[in-house]
């Protein structure tokens, strides 16, 4: 996945359509996290920030 690391794939059936959900991180700082969104950016790819509960 682009050279990313901690990545996972979930398939997610919504409305008959099967998409894939790739899951990236966790991250432990915000510079790690921005800088792997701008690895998918670069490449094409949209991201969403998703806060996990400790």
């Known amino acids: 996945m ?28 915000k510079r790690k996290m921005n800088q792997a969104r701008n690895v998918l950016s670069k490449n094409g790819i949209d991201s969403l920030v998703l806060s996990m509960k400790k």
């Not at 682009?2 to 700082?29: A, C, E, F, M």
């Open 2 to 29: 682009k050279g990313l690391s901690n990545t996972k794939i979930n398939p997610v059936t919504r409305s008959g359509s099967t998409w894939h959900r790739v899951q990236i991180g966790p991250y432990d700082s």
